[in-house]
């Protein structure tokens, strides 16, 4: 059974940094291209990021130069931190393997990230 377990989110103060996880079972996480989306409110949920298995990023525009998506494979977790945040960070992030568009039959419950002063 595929989980996806995502945790970290908290409110912090615009220029702020925070760090968020994702803990994955089910899928052989050391194969997997992970990414992590977010979903800001009344906005569909967008790709931020992604690490493919033998570690190398990707970042959408919008956070290039401000995140970092790492992974663990020993603990099949990825990491994405989050520093110089803007309010318009604001979102419920959530993480997810494989190709990066496409449907996904799986989904996580997702972590708040709230920037506001």
């Known amino acids: 059974q595929v989980r996806l377990v995502e945790s970290g989110g908290d409110l912090v103060q615009p220029g702020g940094s925070l760090r968020l996880s994702c803990a994955a079972s089910g899928i052989i996480f050391r194969f997997a291209a992970m990414s992590w989306y977010r979903q800001a409110p009344g906005k569909q949920r967008e790709w931020a990021a992604q690490?493919?298995?033998?570690?190398?990023?990707t970042y959408a525009d919008s956070v290039k130069g401000r995140f970092t998506i790492s992974r663990d494979n020993a603990r099949d977790t990825v990491y994405l931190q989050m520093n110089s945040l803007k309010p318009e960070d604001t979102a419920v992030y959530y993480c997810?393997?494989?190709?990066?568009?496409?449907?996904?039959?799986?989904w996580g419950q997702g972590t708040q990230v709230t920037v506001s002063s």
């Open positions: 997810n393997f494989g190709p990066r568009s496409g449907p996904k039959a799986y």
């Open positions: 690490v493919t298995s033998d570690g190398y990023p």
